[in-house]
C-alpha cells in the first residue's frame, strides 16, 4: 500500500520507553494530546503469552492490506512490554476525530470483560500509565488531556471498555509524574 508509514517494531519496559522517547525529535510532526484504547480482540485471554513480533506484524497487514491505512496506533502495550507500531513522530490512525492530532495507545485486552484492577489486566495498566506519563512529560501535555476513544463523536466504539475509568488514570500518570520529578524548589538559606 503506497503511503504506509511503516512500523518501529520494538518493544520497550517502562525505564527502556522513557529513555528511547528521549532520543526522539517530533519536527515535523506534535501530537496535541493521546487516545487511549483497547484492542478487544485480542482479548488477554486470546493471547496468554502478551504481543509477539509476529502478532505485530499481523497487525501492520491487517492496517496496511486490509483497511488501506497509512498507519495504526503508535503504540500496542501488554502484560509485559510497550511495543512502538507507528513511530511515535508521525500522525498514526486509530480515532476519526483525532488522527493529525493525537498519539494512539492501544492496551491489549477487553476490559469491557477482563479486569483492570487485578491480575494481567492490571500489569497492562501499570506499563500505560508509565508510558503515558514518559510522553507527558517529554511532550509537555497536561494529563487531563488524555481522551478515550469512545468520547470521540464520530465513532460508535465502546472503546476502551468499561473497566477503564479515566479519571483513575489520569490520576496515576500525575502521580507517576511527581514520583519521577519529585523535586522543589531549595528554601533559601538563612543569611
Ligand atoms: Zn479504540
Redesign the pocket.
Known sequence: MAGWKGIVGNNYVAESFDSYCHSLAWSAWRPSFIVL?NTGIPSLAQRPQGLTAKHLDSLQAYYRDQQGWKGGPHLFIDDQQIWVFTPLTVSGT??PSWNKVALGIEMLGDYEKEPFHSGRGLAVRRNTVSAIATLCAILGLDPHTLRL?REDPLTT?A?PGKNVRKLEIIQEVQDLMVQRHAGEHPIKPVA
Do not use: E, I
Open positions: 484504547h486509530h480515532s476513544h466504539h472503546c
